[in-house]
T-cell receptor
């Protein structure tokens, strides 16, 4: 089961910031938060990940709360091409040790409208 | 090397037939993953390779499923005696380091009729 909770859908006006929330209240100290997105009929695309500090790259910003129980993915200027399903994932080590395999939930369907 | 390649993109097969899918990861990535995705759901983990060693297998990977990565480069996923419930998108991903984000392929869509 996914360890994260996301709203099933959101919408945003083109050119505005899209703020996608994620709750991960049971996150443990060595687990990272990853974000991916999936545009219809394509494989998921990695966006960003972080442990406790805020992160920014050319695609998005990731804000993680101080208690690490929630995070927000920010698309600063959403475009129509950002319409996709966004997955927030907490990585965890498998029982065999050493490998961190993401478990995807159902994500948030973001619709960017003109 | 432009990314993760999967072949075929689409496969229609009759129930009971065997199918095999291929994944070519990014060349320097030694970690390779297979996922399955059904409509409206997120991808579900199937199995993971580090180089040629299969290190993780999900309970979803029944004995009809087998995956190989013989030389630590490309990988194949075979489904024997396909069932209608196997209809899904099969996704392959690769990564360089254990904490790196994954690069996914475009998937193979399997339809069992």
């Amino acid at each position: 089961d996914a360890k994260t909770t996301q709203p099933p859908s959101m919408d945003c006006a083109e050119g505005r910031a899209a703020n996608l929330p994620c709750n991960h209240s049971t996150i443990s100290g060595n687990e990272y938060v990853y974000w991916y997105r999936q545009i219809h009929s394509q494989g998921p695309q990695y966006i960003i990940h972080g442990l406790k500090n805020n992160e920014t790259n050319e695609m998005a910003s990731l804000i993680i709360t101080e208690d690490r129980k929630s995070s927000t993915l920010i698309l600063p200027h959403a475009t129509l091409r950002d319409t996709a399903v966004y997955y927030c994932i907490v990585s965890y080590p498998h029982a065999s040790g050493g490998s961190y395999i993401p478990t995807f939930g159902r994500g948030t369907s973001l619709i960017v409208h003109p | 090397d432009t990314g993760v390649s999967q072949d075929p993109r689409h496969k229609i097969t009759k129930r009971g037939q065997n199918v095999t899918f291929r994944c070519d990861p990014i060349s320097e990535h030694n970690r390779l993953y297979w996922y399955r995705q059904t409509l409206g759901q997120g991808p579900e983990f199937l199995t993971y390779f580090q180089n040629e060693a299969q290190l993780e297998k999900s309970r979803l990977l029944s004995d009809r499923f087998s995956a190989e990565r013989p030389k630590g480069s490309f990988s194949t996923l075979e489904i024997q005696r396909t069932e209608q419930g196997d209809s899904a998108m099969y996704l392959c991903a690769s990564s360089l380091g254990v904490m790196d984000g994954y690069t996914f392929g475009s998937g193979t869509r399997l339809t069992v009729v």
